[in-house]
Structures are given as structure tokens and as C-alpha cells.
């Protein structure tokens, strides 16, 4: 079993419409949950970054963090074409000493149709 | 602020020759990664520095690849010799510490370089 598992896809949707995407994960000590979206032929880039549990807000985009469940989404409203690209969830149990590694889910692929 | 900066972008070599990728981090950041990204799967840790020493590189092929960071700025990671399932795309990601909530400690990535073995 993998220690983050994440659905590959693709997610196909209309433009307009509220995409959902989920990670899970074994590992109950992970404190530190990002979401990094990677656009074809380009390096991931930050797009969420969440301590421990709760809700986080960022214009159209919110990221969810169930420490209960093992489990983290990210909702993306009004989805745009432009949002379409991989969205690759990372995890980590330590963020401040120099041994920060980062546990990464597969990458869910996004297709926003117009 | 200038991004992480790679070479080449793309490289196309037969099994068995050697190929190497360079970075250049974000200046002054001292931790500097180099990931392996297999289509279709996430981000795979192959090494991590930190400023010229190294931090893990628990799952480097050391008997084939290598990797340096003289000076603790630029890096280079080498392959030699080269198999078919080398190919993917060499990320390379630098950060820069500090505390999580004034989004400093994040990584950022450079755009990759894109290794097709024949």
C-alpha cells in the first residue's frame, strides 16, 4: 500500500462547474499538506499549503484537510480552462528542520472543457 | 526573483551512453532536491542537499547515477550508463527555510528535463 494514494484520472468537467479532488494517506503522523499544480511540460508549483486539519481559502480554490479520516481534497469553484493540468498532492510529518521531504500522491489529471 | 533554472530542457540518448542535467537553484536558497518524475506518477525523491553536503540520497541508483553540489549553489546530476526506464523528467526544486506560515519553507521547481532513453 502505498503511503498516498490519488486517483490518476482523468477528470473531465464542463467550464463552470465545482471539481473535487481527493487524496488519502496511511501515515497519521503527516502534519503538513500541499497541493502543487503542474501545468504539461512544466515543474509543479505551489498552490495550497495547510497545517494539520481544517479549511483553507484561496479565491476560487479550498483545500480540506480530514486528519480523522486520512484524507484531503482540494475544490476548485467556477473551474476555468485554465485550470486544467495535473494536481499532485504532497505531504509531509516535518516542515522545519532541513530533513523536510515531501511524500507525493501519483497526480490527478484535470480537464476543464469550455 | 528569478526561478530554478534547468538544462537541458529535452535529451534523447541510446541505452548505455551518459547524459548529465544541471541546476541552478533560487539564490540563496540552500536546500536543493533533484526528483525523478516517471510519466503519470508523482515526484520521486533520487537526492537532497543541503547547501553542499548531502541530506538523502537513500534512493539515488548509486551505481549509476551521481550527483554534486560544489559550492553549494549550482548542481549537477549524472547518469551513466543510461537504461530504458531512465526515461522521465528530471525535476529539480531548491527552498529556502525559514517558518511554514510566512510561506518561505515551500519548495519551487524548476520546468524539468525531459530524458528519452532508446
Known amino acids: 500500500q502505498k503511503e498516498v494514494e490519488q486517483d490518476p484520472g482523468p477528470l473531465s468537467v464542463p467550464e463552470g462547474a465545482i471539481v473535487s479532488l481527493n487524496c488519502t494517506y496511511s501515515?497519521?503522523?503527516?502534519?503538513?499538506f500541499m497541493w502543487y499544480r503542474q501545468y504539461s511540460r512544466k515543474g509543479p508549483e505551489l498552490l495550497m499549503y495547510?497545517?494539520s486539519s481544517g479549511n483553507k481559502e484561496d479565491g476560487r480554490f479550498t483545500a480540506q484537510v480530514d486528519k480523522s479520516s486520512k484524507y484531503i481534497s482540494l475544490f476548485i469553484r467556477d473551474s476555468q480552462p485554465s485550470d486544467s493540468a495535473t494536481y499532485l498532492c504532497?505531504?509531509?510529518?516535518?516542515?522545519?528542520?532541513?530533513?523536510?521531504?515531501?511524500?507525493w500522491g501519483a497526480g490527478t489529471k484535470l480537464i476543464i472543457k469550455p | 526573483e528569478a526561478g530554478v533554472a534547468q538544462s537541458p530542457r529535452y535529451k534523447i540518448i541510446e541505452k548505455r551512453q551518459s547524459v548529465a542535467f544541471w541546476c541552478n537553484p533560487i539564490?540563496?536558497?540552500?536546500?536543493l532536491y533533484w526528483y525523478q518524475q516517471i510519466l503519470g506518477q508523482g515526484p520521486k525523491l533520487l537526492i537532497q542537499?543541503?547547501?553542499?553536503?548531502?541530506?538523502?540520497d537513500s534512493q539515488l541508483p548509486k551505481d549509476r547515477f551521481s550527483a554534486e553540489r560544489l559550492k553549494g549553489v549550482d548542481s549537477t546530476l549524472k547518469i551513466q550508463p543510461a537504461k530504458l526506464e531512465d526515461s522521465a523528467v528530471y525535476l529539480c526544486?531548491?527552498?529556502?527555510?525559514?517558518?511554514?506560515?510566512?510561506?518561505?519553507?515551500?519548495?519551487?521547481f524548476g520546468a524539468g528535463s525531459r530524458l528519452t532513453v532508446l
Open positions: 504532497a505531504m509531509s510529518v516535518t516542515s522545519m528542520d532541513s530533513n523536510y521531504q515531501l511524500i
Open positions: 501515515n497519521s503522523a503527516f502534519q503538513y
Open positions: 495547510t497545517y
Open positions: 539564490s540563496g536558497h540552500a536546500t
Open positions: 542537499f543541503q547547501n553542499n553536503g548531502v541530506v538523502d
Open positions: 526544486a531548491s527552498r529556502s527555510g525559514g517558518s511554514p506560515g510566512d510561506g518561505a519553507n515551500v519548495l519551487t
